[in-house]
């Protein structure tokens, strides 16, 4: 007889499940050791999987950078919440080190309560995390130093900002690996840099470009952009002088990378003071494109019933929830995949936007962003009336062959705005450029307001700090197009997949139908009102109360029957209203029960089926 089987089973049983936790632990300690860096990425986009971008960027970089990871030893008992996040960035940090063939050095610093380490994290900016339960603060940020005394810090690892973690790393690589920032001369004309006499503050697109690059407001007559301007911004122009508008003429003439956003109505343009509204929202550049061949009504602005964006409106003395059609959000095919500015674009949120069109015979527009194919035209006024109900605006849409282009690169041969040579005023310097002798770099947008924080930023407080979080990818179209006109591309693979843009497009679809029947009610309801009050003024003319009565039995029969026509026709609204909300409920329940019910069963189902099928082992038969 075997030894083993001497053994009772109950030591066997023991024996075996104390090598099984070695075992455990050793592959455990094992990886951990081998494997930290490495991981497998799962989620929808490859929110976790180091780009392309990021590995070209490291691979070509020649500025040194020294990397000062401030990570508190007790982070991982303080705040379980964050111990996985923590290992992550750890081991992101490792990958950056290992992919930078040295030019990367990573220090990993536990600054203790009253040390000279913690002094240091909070010299260096990184800012303390103050837990419930614990006296003793706790560090989990970095900083980072060049060469030539650059320096750039992420205060703060928060859990909310964990799928931007490669970007917030790549960008700050990308802006010590270049002592020297490119410059971005700013034309603003909506008030983007915000004004500390009325509180206005910066919008936060602005602050995020400055990351990168150097920002320089010009303003006035200009004879001369800043030296080392890479990228000229014109944001919502308007009254330039022709001194400014001939600059602008022979930097895009010569190749100059020019990013327009003109707007037919700029919501959120800045007034003379706070709580005046602007004199005049539209944008004034019609010299500019008119020389260029480009088509832009500024009292034009773009409604799109199938994109709209529902927004809360007082309407008849009521809030009510509906589809405002000159706000939209560009998704799925409203974007042009093989353009490295929008490739990687999940939703972009327009308001009261303009629409471009080629009218010369040499320049011709390459879209990069359309409304979808049910939207049209309206008068801008009344697309940005805030008081107006959105939903009477659909009868006025005007559709004009194909889908409305929001934005576009322009391509081909341009010509100048001032064939007659420069303005006498101009000091500009060089011989007049008639036509571009190579291929322009200019993308034109046809809305100003999609630069605003409202537009794509939602804000709140984490950890005691404002967190903008973003829900489009407004801000990341703009740092892709600057990106990619100034030259680079490295930071264009990381944005945009950090929003997921997922509208529930078949409860989208109920509303849209619902309101669209009550419009058609409401416009019914007042037409009869108009109809029947028409008839009783006509009961009133001709019918003649007797004496004593206050009206005629003509004029009463006319009173009931406007007030009957009228509760009937309110009845009909509320039973349109009562369906819309059970037809969406009834969605809505559907789609919970499916998630909560359906797939769980589901599995557990084949679970049952898979252990049924198992092959059972015969049971041994002791012979006598």
């Given at each position: ?567 009937s026709a309110r009845a009909e609204l509320r039973e349109v209203q009562y369906n819309l909300r059970a037809d969406v409920a009834r969605l809505k329940n559907w789609i919970m029960i499916l998630i909560i019910g359906v797939v769980p069963a589901a599995v557990a189902l084949i679970a049952l089926v898979f252990a049924l099928r198992r092959p059972r082992r015969p049971v041994p038969v002791r012979k006598a």
């Amino acid at each position: 007889m075997s030894k083993f089987n001497r053994i009772p089973k109950s030591r066997l049983v023991a024996v075996g499940a104390v090598l099984a936790v070695i075992l455990y632990l050793a592959v455990n300690s094992l990886s951990a050791t081998l494997f930290r860096s490495s991981r497998i990425d799962l989620t929808d986009g490859g929110l976790y999987s180091l780009s392309h971008g990021t590995v070209a960027m490291l691979d070509k970089l020649d500025e040194p950078i020294h990397m000062r990871l401030f990570m508190s030893a007790g982070l991982h008992e303080a705040a379980p919440a964050l111990s996985a996040y923590a290992s992550r960035v750890r081991a992101m940090l490792d990958t950056y080190e290992s992919l930078s063939h040295g030019k990367i050095t990573l220090e990993v610093i536990d600054p203790q309560p009253y040390s000279e380490e913690e002094d240091r994290a909070v010299g260096l900016g990184i800012n303390r995390i103050s837990l419930d339960g614990t006296s003793d603060p706790i560090y989990f940020g970095l900083a980072a130093t060049n060469s030539t005394n650059g320096s750039a810090n992420i205060p703060v690892f928060t859990p909310d900002r964990e799928a931007f973690l490669e970007y917030d790393l790549t960008r700050l690589v990308a802006e010590l690996g270049q002592p020297k920032k490119p410059v971005v001369a700013l034309l603003d004309g909506l008030g983007m840099a915000g004004n500390p006499m009325t509180g206005q503050e910066p919008a936060q697109i602005l602050a995020m470009l400055k990351e990168t690059y150097s920002v320089e407001t010009v303003g006035g007559d200009i004879d001369k952009l800043p030296d080392n301007t890479r990228v000229v911004l014109v944001v919502q122009p308007q009254k330039l002088s022709d001194r400014t508008l001939y600059t602008l003429d022979q930097w895009v003439l010569s190749g100059g990378a020019t990013l327009v956003f003109a707007d037919p109505f700029a919501e959120t343009q800045a007034g003379p003071q706070p709580g005046v509204p602007a004199e005049n929202n539209a944008t004034d550049f019609q010299k500019m494109f008119d020389a260029w061949g480009v088509g832009f009504d500024a009292k034009k602005a773009i409604g799109d019933p199938d994109w709209a964006i529902r927004t809360v409106r007082n309407i008849g003395g009521r809030q009510a929830e509906v589809a405002n059609y000159p706000w939209f959000a560009i998704h799925d095919d409203g974007f042009d995949r093989g353009d490295a500015v929008t490739s990687k674009l999940n939703a972009v949120v327009m308001t009261t936007a303009g629409a471009f069109t080629a009218t010369g015979k040499d320049a011709t527009l390459k879209p990069l962003m359309y409304a979808s194919a049910d939207a049209g035209l309206l008068p801008a006024g009344e697309a940005a009336d805030p008081y107006g109900d959105p939903r009477a605006l659909l009868s006025k849409i005007e559709k004009a062959g194909g889908r409305p282009v929001v934005a576009a690169r322009l391509e081909g041969k341009l010509h100048t705005a001032f064939p007659d040579g420069k303005p006498k005023d101009s000091a500009a310097d060089g011989t007049p450029v008639k036509e571009s002798a190579s291929a322009p770099n200019v993308i034109l947008v046809g809305d100003a307001d999609m630069l605003s924080d409202r537009n794509w930023l939602q804000k709140q407080n984490v950890l005691g700090r404002e967190v903008a979080q973003a829900f489009a990818n407004n801000g990341d179209f703009l740092l892709n197009a600057v990106e990619q006109m100034a030259g680079g591309v490295a930071l264009a693979d990381l944005r945009s997949r950090t929003v997921s843009w997922r509208p529930f497009t078949r409860i989208d679809a109920l509303e849209r139908a619902a309101e669209e029947r009550f419009l058609a009610k409401q416009q019914e309801l007042t037409q009869r009102i108009a109809d029947t009050e028409k008839k009783l003024k006509d009961a009133s003319s001709t019918g003649e109360a007797k004496e004593g009565e206050l009206v005629s039995t003509e004029q009463a029969k006319a009173i009931e029957t406007f007030k009957s026509d009228l509760l009937s026709a309110r009845a009909e609204l509320r039973e349109v209203q009562y369906n819309l909300r059970a037809d969406v409920a009834r969605l809505k329940n559907w789609i919970m029960i499916l998630i909560i019910g359906v797939v769980p069963a589901a599995v557990a189902l084949i679970a049952l089926v898979f252990a049924l099928r198992r092959p059972r082992r015969p049971v041994p038969v002791r012979k006598a």
